[in-house]
DNA sequence: TCGGTCATGTTATAAAATAACATTTGCGCC
DNA sequence: GGCGCAAATGTTATTTTATAACATGACCGA
């Protein structure tokens, strides 16, 4: 992992090998795990990677009816709930919405900046987060089973536009 | 303001006092800024306080029923979005849910500890936490406007219910 | 008291998610 | 290869959450 996959996308990285990179992953972990990565959890993924701004289920719903035919809610939901659950990708909370993660091999929640202007949003990882955080939850006697940070705000590209 | 502000709200605690001092506080901040804290917007930050769990608009919804007749959904929206503009309750995303803040006084977005079986939350607002999140915004060059930390878990009560 | 603004009421609809049951597919086993 | 189970997907309906658009009412200053 560089440190590239955990920073701001830039506008002119080479995505077709950031999907190709998610997929294979995808592949090889789900083939580890003894999960069964099918065409359409794949389809799924692909779509959710076709950028770095994290995307509605009923987008990828609508997307995905292009490549079979109508689809229905609970087909696209169970794809995802499976790809979260293997830790293909992420919920936005504050966006009702998914986006790829780039480190699916370690379990983590990570923490989400995401520009409402471009609406990339960068994963990081940053242990001094989660150490602040564990610190509280220590004092607070509090056990933290799941983590949602999520950073609404400008990307520098958006900001320096912006001025 | 105490510490006991922050931290989990205990079973014991004198709730009602919480309530009150939670409305008296609503009627002095709008009062300073020149809002008006109608009778409506009045019922429905009472209701967010009746206990320490994060409430849905649909619950608030059914509950403002019982005192006002038939509502719908804009009139109890509506108030939410006043109420948080004034920094009066927070929105949980994670839970779509709304709870009432202790220091509303002060802007700032808090950080949320809510246990999955009691469904209590407590709102903390701890700087180290926004310092190693504002450092990481600092080096990617990102402006944050909004923040959303929430962490879910077993409050302590719970957990040593458990074992 | 007039006129404007802000608040609330009302109706309808959009958006996001899930429940429940039917059908199909993959896969180990014989 | 075919049988039978379990997992995955299809299908229909519904629930939950949220907002758009317009009508009416309340407050407040000139």
New binding site residues.
């Given amino acids: 992992m560089t440190d590239e996959a955990l920073a701001f996308p830039t506008a002119r990285h080479d995505h077709a090998a950031c999907i190709a990179e998610a997929l294979d992953r995808a592949e090889r972990l789900c083939a580890e795990r003894g ?2 990565l ?4 794949r389809q799924v993924l692909e779509l959710v990677w076709s950028g770095h701004a994290p995307q ?3 987008d990828l719903l609508e997307q995905l009816g292009q490549a ?1 035919g ?6 696209v ?3 995802l709930e ?1 790809l979260q659950a293997q830790g293909l990708i992420h919920r936005i909370e504050s966006l ?1 919405a998914f986006i790829g993660c780039p480190i699916p091999e370690e379990r983590h929640s990570g923490q989400f900046f995401i520009c409402r202007l471009c609406g990339l949003a960068a994963e990081l990882d940053v242990g001094a987060i989660d150490r602040a955080i564990d610190r509280e939850a220590t004092r607070l006697g509090f056990t933290i089973e799941r983590r949602t940070v999520e950073l609404q705000g400008l990307c520098r590209a958006c900001r320096e536009a912006q001025a």
Avoid: K, Q
Wanted: charged content about 30%; proline content about 10%; cysteine-free.
């Fill in positions: 999960e069964r099918t065409t359409l959890r509605g289920a009923y079979r109508r689809v229905a809610p609970p087909t939901y169970r794809a499976f009702n």
